[in-house]
């Protein structure tokens, strides 16, 4: 596992975003913080030197600050090599959904989860639910929502020129591509309500402790159902004070402290 440097052109556009907050920039150099971009330098310069926990504990200060990819990708290498396999899959998950076709991110993420003691049998999922998935999983929210506003924007242009050209041959060529556009507009505003569910109000977390002792409500003297492991991947069901309720593939659930997992 490989540390990542920024592309040039995003290290431009980070520059620019900063230089256009110089006061706050000022303000944090007084109080003795560092910018993200000199943060991630020194920890890219920590992990080549092979002292992961300062290169992590710099990657997290980078992501609370700039939410990228490439510091999750980081981030999560940074982990794994420290011993924190739950934190590792949480960053790489987490860079997954922003880049969902990086081979690099793919490749890591599977190594990473394969360590993981637990094995739980997924879901069944039928053929037809599995292809959409495929669909889905090829693009990021924020990918789809993009599409999906230039598809909405193009059509209303379309709709006006429809209705301003009078001459039939025009005419056709515009009613067919409205139509093109439209429907295009509906598949892709569509898979967008799929994946706006699936990130954001499916939630699913992450082990981050080295063992939890999952319960059957939300409280220390309540009956232990199971026991899981750093790095399992659960459905995070509901919360309740300190607690949180975890589901399972297999159907199973059960309540641990919130403190024990890590919302991708």
Not at 28 to 54: C, H, I, M, W
Not at 63 to 77: A, F, I, Q, W
């Amino acid at each position: 596992m490989i540390c990542r440097t920024m592309p040039p052109l995003l290290l431009l556009v980070l520059s620019w975003l900063m230089g256009l907050a110089s006061s706050t920039l000022v303000a944090a150099a007084e109080s003795g913080d560092q910018g993200p971009l000199t943060a991630f330098a020194r920890a890219n310069e920590a992990y080549r030197s092979r002292d992961y926990v300062k290169a992590l504990t710099l990657y997290r200060s980078v992501d609370s600050k700039l939410r990228n990819p490439v510091v999750l990708y980081n981030r999560g290498n940074a982990a794994f090599k420290a011993g924190r396999l739950g934190e590792a899959i949480l960053a790489l998950e987490k860079a997954h959904r922003l880049a969902p076709r990086d081979p690099d991110i793919r490749v890591n993420l599977s190594y990473v989860k394969a360590q993981v003691r637990d094995s739980i049998p997924e879901e069944d999922l039928d053929l037809v639910t599995r292809l959409l998935s495929g669909i889905i999983g090829r693009f990021s929210l924020n990918e789809l929502a993009a599409a999906s506003s230039i598809l909405f924007w193009v059509s209303m242009l379309l709709a006006c020129a429809l209705v301003l050209v009078r001459a039939p041959a025009p005419g056709y060529w515009l009613r067919c591509a409205l139509a093109f556009f439209a429907v295009a507009l509906v598949l892709v505003a569509g898979l967008f309500a799929i994946k706006f569910y699936l990130d954001e109000w499916h939630r699913n977390g992450v082990i981050l402790a080295a063992e939890v002792q999952v319960m059957s409500g939300p409280g220390q003297d309540e009956i232990k159902r199971f026991t899981l492991h750093e790095g399992t991947q659960v459905r995070l069901v509901k919360e309740w004070d300190r607690w949180v309720q975890i589901g399972l593939p297999n159907g199973e659930t059960g309540w641990t402290l919130s403190e024990h997992v890590g919302q991708i």
